[in-house]
C-alpha cells in the first residue's frame, strides 16, 4: 500500500499562507491523493483531492508534482479555526473498482495570532 | 440528510464483554469503512465494505467482526473486548466510484475497555 509521510507540526501566522507537505513517493499511477483535517477530536473532514493536475476549491489548493510523488496543501489565508490535524492519505486499489484510504500521523498545524 | 451516525456515542465496556457500535447514512453510499484512533495516533483502518453483503480486512482486523446486511447499515463488533480496545471509532462512507468519492465521517464512538 502507498504510505504517505508528513511532518509532525507546523506553526502559521493567522493570515498568511499555510503550505503543509506530504510525501508520497510509492504512489501508484491511479491512486487519488487525499486532504482531509481533523480538529479536536470530531470526525475528519474532507479538504481536496486530486489525480495529476493541481485542484483549487473554496477551502484550498493541492500542488502535485510532476512526478506525482509529492503534493503541498495551501490554505491561502490561514485563520485561527484552521488549527487542525491535517492528514494526506492515498486512495489505494485494491482491486478493479474497489479502493480502500489509508491514513498516516498526519500535520499538527497551529495558527498563530 | 443526517450524513453518518454512530451509535453509541460513549461506552464504558469490562474486559470479555461484547457489544455492537452501528453506523448508518443517509447518502446511499456503497462503500463504508471503520476506522480507530488512539490518542497522538492518525486512523487505522479495521474493516471496510464495498457493497451490501461484502467485507474485507482492513490493515488491524484482529478482535473485530462487522456485517453488512443492508446498504445503510455497518456493524462492527466486539465479541470479547480487550483493554487494547479502548479507542475512538471512527465510520465512514463514499460513493466509491472513480473521481469524486470522498470519505464522509461520523463523530466517533468513544470506547473505554476496563
Known amino acids: 500500500d502507498a504510505k504517505t509521510t508528513q511532518p509532525p507540526s507546523m506553526d502559521c501566522a493567522e493570515g498568511r499562507a499555510a503550505n503543509l507537505p506530504c510525501n508520497h513517493s510509492?504512489?501508484?499511477?491511479?491512486?487519488?491523493v487525499y486532504w482531509y483535517r481533523q480538529i479536536h477530536s470530531q470526525g475528519p473532514q474532507y479538504i481536496i483531492h486530486?489525480?495529476?493536475n493541481n485542484e483549487t476549491n473554496e477551502m484550498a489548493s493541492l500542488i502535485i508534482t510532476e512526478d506525482r510523488k509529492s503534493s503541498t496543501l495551501i490554505l491561502p489565508h490561514a485563520t485561527l479555526r484552521d488549527t487542525a490535524v491535517y492528514y494526506c492519505i492515498v486512495r489505494v486499489d485494491v482491486t478493479s473498482g474497489t479502493y480502500k484510504y489509508i491514513f498516516g500521523t498526519g500535520t499538527r498545524l497551529k495558527v498563530l495570532a | 440528510n443526517a450524513g453518518v451516525t454512530q451509535t453509541p456515542k460513549f461506552r464504558v465496556l469490562k474486559t470479555g464483554q461484547s457489544m455492537t457500535l452501528l453506523c448508518a447514512q443517509d447518502?446511499?453510499?456503497?462503500?463504508m469503512y471503520w476506522y480507530r484512533q488512539d490518542p497522538g495516533m492518525g486512523l487505522r483502518l479495521i474493516h471496510y465494505s464495498v457493497g451490501e453483503g461484502t467485507t474485507a480486512k482492513g490493515e488491524v482486523p484482529d478482535g473485530y467482526n462487522v456485517s453488512r446486511l443492508k446498504k445503510q447499515n455497518f456493524l462492527l463488533g466486539l465479541e470479547s473486548a480487550a483493554p487494547s480496545q479502548t479507542s475512538v471509532y471512527f465510520c465512514?462512507?463514499?460513493?466509491?466510484?472513480?473521481?469524486?468519492?470522498?470519505?464522509?465521517f461520523g463523530n466517533g464512538t468513544r470506547l473505554t475497555v476496563t
Open positions: 510509492t504512489i501508484s499511477g491511479n491512486e487519488y
Open positions: 465512514a462512507s463514499s460513493y466509491g466510484g472513480s473521481g469524486n468519492s470522498p470519505l464522509h
Open positions: 447518502m446511499n453510499h456503497e462503500y
Open positions: 486530486g489525480l495529476k
